[in-house]
């Protein structure tokens, strides 16, 4: 295993970081870049905590090494802004979508991502979006609802 040193562009700051090729981009942002509102969760892509955007797409953390980021703008929670990003956080907060709270930066940043590529998503949409989001407190509903609220104030 080789330490190879990388530039990364992370929430439009340049960091470099030293870690092996193979490291999950994951561990980079938490345990290098101490940016800790991306979630581990089941460390294979099934559950959607660790949910980050490489240049505005969606992609699990866990499973995305070091060396398959190269150039691209990666995007945590703590760096998420934008209409879309403020109106689901208004929405998120006007529903009370929050239960455990444990897997919400990882929904705030898949639905995110749906709302800059289909400003408004149907419901079939929203569930090809969120499939691969876990809660554990089941807030579904309130997830779809914050969704469909931020697509239209988002809009305005």
């Not at 559950?47 to 866990?62: K, N, P």
């Not at 239960?99 to 709302?115: D, E, H, R, T, V």
Request: net charge neutral; glycine share 10%.
């Amino acid at each position: 295993m080789t330490t190879t040193t990388t530039t990364l562009k992370i929430n439009g700051q340049t960091a470099t970081v030293s870690a092996e090729p193979e490291t999950p981009l994951l561990w980079v942002l938490r345990g290098e870049m101490k940016l800790v509102g991306t979630k581990f969760g089941c460390g294979k892509a099934l559950c959607g905590a660790c949910t980050v955007h490489l240049d505005g797409e969606a992609v699990r953390s866990c499973v995305t090494p070091l060396e398959a980021v190269g150039a691209r703008e990666v995007t945590t929670i703590e760096g998420l802004k934008g209409r879309e990003a403020d109106a689901l956080r208004q929405a998120w907060t006007e529903i009370d979508v929050v239960q455990c709270g444990y897997c919400q930066s990882g929904q705030l940043m898949s639905a995110c991502a749906l709302l800059k590529a289909t400003p408004k998503p149907s419901d079939d949409q929203v569930s090809d979006a969120m499939r691969g989001n876990i809660c554990r407190c089941g807030t579904y509903p309130r997830i779809r609802a914050a969704i469909h609220l931020a697509a239209e104030t988002a809009g305005r």
